[in-house]
């Protein structure tokens, strides 16, 4: 018998009680299916057996491990379906990048159209599988067997991937005879899956989730400029053999990551020498306005900017809108009383739409500098004034947004979104997620440059997202340019670093679960030694050793 306290209520429960059996106990009093359970803060799938006293607490679906629980089954069903119906053909599915509301696929082994006829079979044939209530299993294999099992399956994207594990064992997924691995956990039957939808797009289709909050789809709201640029390194990394983890692992094991490394760089280099030529082109450019999510290298995107700029004749001069925060006692404060310093009203923008008006205009301004320790604006005869080929970079996080430079002619604006869309995938099943990136990287420079420990910049990373989501993402579409700065190698070098931060998170704080999840992400790669970087490489910003400022 175990002694298990739910919402201080303690119960005792026989050995062999699922969590699913308590769960269902509980189920009425959450709006959202329960589909995971903490114990003893850890989490744990609904068909496990109660191993332990201590205290349990709920995840539904609206919750973020919760909702990429649900994805992941959804991602299942959609592969035991495909299996049914052209599975015998050799007919399979590559799940690629986040898009909207959904994740977009694209079938291998076929040269025919997704037609809207084949994607109604499809859906028709999981809402059956779902209907049928069939249970999904896990089994532990060891790991020359999961090799092998996937090499007989003709997976050689998992095979490659698991031969590089240091890990004994491996935890496979079984559904009514259809088997694959996923990252991460899953939900005991398909009868949880309710909500999906499937729409065709570009050259596959986009798998729709349900939104965490209400469980409905909604329709697919496409973001065509983000998505082709995703599709594009994409395509790159597929062009250099390099599509997934297992494929970076080969060339490293194979001493060849270093020629990886330097056609990355010269890719990344051209693509900043294109932006400053077309900005350059243009001829009436006056501000450059960036944006991007936190952790997507902006300073030294800026940097590196400018000196192509520079080397067109323009002569670029940083803005930062952090200087144009109103003083610390006028900040807005967000719901629990905290100043929010992500609104736009924490800016002044009628001050900066004055000064930016002057400098086009040819005034001479003095630009004011936020001293961020008394939270106060200050003068510090920091004057400027705009000749025939000076120009603005401007960078922060509502640079997009047309409500903050209301009063600058469109004209004399190019927009740039920066974010760090990360091509590689983890096989041809788990995509490897953009977020998951951008925090291992502000992982290893806030513990570098703040002295701010991992368990701290995980604790704040929802606000962060939050942030992201209400004042970023709604205007990236909204750029003239999008600029992926992410790495393709990029992985391989943070590990080192941001490990050692990560197994110091003590296992009973808050923080460990998504600490050990991240563990386990980084257990995929295979270390790059950080010495042969060049000191202008966007990772640098993040590693240390950068030969800008930042």
């Given amino acids: 018998m175990k002694k298990i306290t739910i919402n201080e209520n303690m119960t005792v429960y026989a050995d062999d009680t699922t969590y699913e059996q308590i769960a269902k106990e509980h189920q009425a009093n959450y709006a959202r299916p329960i589909v995971l359970v903490l114990m003893n803060g850890r989490l744990r799938e609904l068909n496990r057996t109660v191993e332990e006293d201590g205290t349990l607490t709920f995840v539904t679906a609206a919750e973020k491990s919760g909702v990429k629980a649900y994805r992941r089954t959804v991602i299942l069903l959609m592969q035991k379906a495909l299996d049914l119906m052209c599975g015998a053909k050799g ?239 006028k900040c807005p404060r967000d719901a629990d009383g905290n100043f929010d310093f992500e609104c736009l009203e924490s800016l002044d923008v009628e001050l900066f739409n004055k000064d930016m008006s002057a400098l086009l205009a ?85 513990a570098r440059t703040r002295n701010t420990t991992a368990q701290e910049t995980i604790a704040m990373w929802d606000s962060v997202r939050r942030g992201e989501e209400n004042y970023i993402f709604p205007f990236q579409e909204q750029a003239d340019y999008i600029f992926n700065s992410a790495l393709i190698y990029e992985l391989a070098v943070l590990k080192v670093y941001a490990e050692p931060q990560l197994f110091h998170i003590p296992t009973d704080a808050p923080e460990y679960v998504e600490a050990k999840r991240l563990l386990k992400f980084l257990d995929y790669f295979l270390a790059i030694p950080s010495e042969n970087i060049h000191h202008n490489s966007l990772i640098r910003e993040f590693i240390g050793g950068s030969c800008f400022n930042v």
């Fill in 362 to 446: 040819g005034e001479r301004v003095e630009l004011p500098t936020f001293n961020f320790k008394t939270g106060k604006r200050e003068y510090r005869g920091k004057y400027m004034q705009l000749g025939a080929d000076d120009v603005l970079v401007i960078e922060g996080i509502h640079g997009l947004n047309d409500r903050l430079s209301h009063s600058l002619p469109g004209e004399s604006k190019f927009k740039i979104y920066i974010s760090a869309l990360t091509q590689l995938a983890i096989d041809e099943h788990n995509a490897l997620p953009t977020t998951d990136g951008r925090l291992i990287r502000r992982i290893v420079r806030d």
């Fill in 91 to 329: 007919v399979g599915v590559r799940v690629l990048q986040t898009t909207g509301n959904g994740q977009y696929c694209e079938l291998t082994g076929t040269t025919m159209d997704v037609t809207g006829e084949f994607l109604s079979e499809l859906k028709e044939t999981m809402q059956k599988l779902a209907q049928d209530n069939l249970p999904i299993r896990k089994r532990s294999y060891p790991i020359r067997e999961a090799i092998r099992l996937f090499h007989e399956r003709g997976m050689t994207d998992k095979e490659k991937l698991f031969g590089y594990r240091r890990s004994s064992h491996v935890n496979i997924y079984e559904l009514d005879g259809y088997v694959d691995y996923f990252y991460g956990y899953m939900l005991p039957s398909t009868g949880y899956v309710d909500a999906f939808d499937l729409v065709a797009y570009e050259n596959g289709f986009v798998l729709l989730y349900p939104d965490a909050k209400t469980g409905e789809v909604t329709p697919y709201r496409s973001s065509e400029k983000l998505f082709a640029t995703q599709r594009s390194c994409s395509r790159w990394g597929e062009k250099m053999g390099v599509k997934n983890i297992g494929e970076l692992n080969e060339m490293i094991a194979a001493g060849r990551i270093q020629d990886i490394i330097l056609m990355q760089e010269a890719q990344m280099e051209a693509r900043i020498g294109d932006l400053a030529e077309q900005i350059a082109e243009a001829g009436n450019k006056k501000f450059i306005m960036i944006a991007g999510p936190s952790s997507s290298g902006k300073t030294t995107f800026s940097h590196r900017l400018s000196i192509h700029l520079s080397a067109r004749g323009m002569k670029p001069h940083p803005i930062p809108l952090d200087d144009y925060y109103v003083d610390r006692e």
